[in-house]
């Protein structure tokens, strides 16, 4: 039977189907009673398909949508439900951030390279520790601490989280502690120490003077940020950078080049919108420069340029998995011809990473919502073939030229050997997760970690919210992936002298740690 065609020809058409809806509340720490939600629905915004568009939305709007009453009333309540829920995870964030002067104030040896003779000379930029406060619609706080340094060893870590823990409440699992991997910042505690064979002992005591305040500084500035939360909207998005290059590939061609140069990028703004923090990662070395003056190579740049673009918010710069990636080219040589290179280079790719950035807070970021579920967790990662007392003894006493670094390694080994002459065989290596609600993942991991795991967690978790960061919490060693491990080289185990470890790793290390980081995703999964 045919129905009559409707009578009401001035109908209005038909709306484009709604993607997402947010009610607009004044009161955000409220929760309405169901009387109270019908209510108060009285402005909304509509994201269409295609385009965003404000309408009044009351119950006339019933009419005109010329929907059944029960239809409408369904369709209604669904979407206010959907609407109240999406603005409670926005107004739920409150966030703080602070940053602190880690500027030494005399010269000393500067972290990086083996290479150097003497301590620093002067200050080309200031370098900060700064700290990222996120406080969920649960209440707890995790915090991000940023650094303009080549890595927190555990010497350091843990008595700052120690400290976090004692002074705030905060958690192991909820303060991540990143470095930007500069090789123009100072030396802190033993790390690399057999790496500067011209060291004084005057000079390891200006050292532990700086690292005594930098522990200080650090967790006062993890203090600051957590005292000074405020409502605040997150939102995350992703540029691209390319001039990050392989290394590996610089002195031997016939191997692979992968490299990850996605830049990750999440957005703090307050109630006004305002941008008040950005937080922005790359996987790449800070290694544009080599020379005397304390600074934070390419990504101080961006961090400082990024922060004269939006007066008032801190960037901060979180390393990604850029064991093996350089920023190229970059010139770190003596003639005068080339010389003014070094600086321009580390300044352009700088403005590169903060042009990268600006454009992604110009674009369609995705709202992050909470809560951020968070786990930490120390997995043994084993040595291959340690060596004997007595091996170490042997290189010890080798004085042939070529072995000078071996040499020293071996002494300095012997001098790590326990009571009972033996050296560890594994290493409690460091694993970190944040989930925030169902928006975005954050894989922290310890050390010098090769871009091959940056790219697998990524295809395993998802390409457009899972974010990797490395060099967090200790940075003790290159953490190779197989396939770099049989390529061998620096990245490969080569690395493990200046780092005084005893040995490369084991072949299982790859896997061992993908493991422990399925373990933790699935204990942080909503």
């Not at 005399?106 to 930029?125: F, N």
Request: aromatic fraction near 8%; glycine fraction near 10%.
């Amino acid at each position: 039977m045919k129905c009559a065609p409707s009578p009401n020809k001035d109908r209005p058409p038909r709306s484009p189907p709604v993607s997402s809806i947010e009610i607009k509340s004044d009161d955000q720490h409220h929760n309405p009673s169901k009387k109270e939600r019908k209510l108060r629905v009285s402005v909304a915004t509509v994201q269409l398909d295609d385009e965003y568009r404000s309408i009044g939305f009351d119950t006339r709007l019933a009419g005109a949508l010329r929907f059944p009453h029960r239809m409408w009333r369904r369709t209604f309540l669904q979407l206010a439900a959907a609407a109240t829920g999406a603005g409670a995870d926005q107004a739920s964030w409150r966030v703080g951030v602070a940053k602190t002067d880690i500027t030494p104030r005399e010269p000393i040896w500067l972290a990086g390279y083996g290479s150097r003779t003497h301590p620093s000379e002067g200050v080309r930029q200031p370098i900060f520790v700064k700290a990222l406060a996120l406080q969920d619609q649960t209440g707890a706080k995790s915090v991000m601490v940023t650094s303009d340094l080549l890595g927190f060893p555990r010497v350091v870590a843990e008595p700052i989280a120690r400290e976090c823990q004692a002074k705030l409440g905060l958690s192991r699992e909820r303060l991540a502690l990143n470095s930007s991997h500069t090789h123009s910042a100072p030396v802190i505690a033993d790390m690399l120490l057999p790496a500067y064979p011209a060291m004084t002992a005057q000079q390891q005591d200006v050292i532990r003077r700086y690292t005594e305040e930098l522990i200080v500084k650090v967790v006062a500035t993890v203090t600051a940020a957590t005292a000074n939360l405020a409502p605040a909207s997150l939102a995350f998005g992703q540029g691209e950078a390319g001039f990050g290059v392989n290394r590996r590939r610089v002195t031997l061609r016939q191997l692979p080049g992968p490299v990850d140069q996605d830049l990750p990028v999440l957005s703090v703004r307050d109630a006004g919108g305002r941008l008040r923090a950005v937080l922005f990662g790359y996987a790449c070395h800070n290694t544009t420069l080599g020379d005397y003056q304390v600074n934070g190579d390419w990504a101080g740049f961006a961090q400082s340029q990024l922060e004269q673009m939006y007066p008032g918010a801190v960037a901060l710069y979180a390393q990604g998995c850029g064991a093996d990636i350089n920023p190229l080219p970059r010139y770190q040589g003596s003639d005068p011809r080339l010389g003014s290179y070094s600086v321009e280079l580390a300044r352009d790719y700088g403005k590169i990473a903060a042009v990268a950035v600006d454009l992604v807070l110009h674009g369609k970021m995705k709202s992050v919502e909470g809560p951020v579920r968070a786990a930490y967790s120390l997995v043994d990662v084993p040595f291959h073939d340690v060596p004997t007392r007595a091996e170490l003894e042997k290189q010890a006493r080798d004085d042939s030229a070529g072995s000078v670094p071996q040499r020293r390694w071996a002494q300095y080994m012997l001098g790590k050997m326990g009571p009972e002459g033996k050296l560890p065989d594994r290493y409690p290596y460091p694993l970190q997760v944040w989930q925030f609600g169902r928006s975005l993942k954050l894989i922290v991991m310890g050390g010098e970690v090769v871009v091959d795991y940056s790219l697998r967690l990524k295809s395993a978790y998802g390409w457009y919210d899972t974010w990797v960061v490395g060099y967090s919490n200790d940075v003790f060693a290159y953490i190779p992936s197989l396939r770099v491990l049989r390529e061998g080289g620096y990245e490969g185990g080569g690395a493990m002298i200046p780092y005084g470890q005893p040995a490369p790793f084991g072949a299982a290390v790859e896997e061992i740690i993908i493991e422990k980081i399925a373990g933790l995703m699935r204990q942080t999964a909503g």
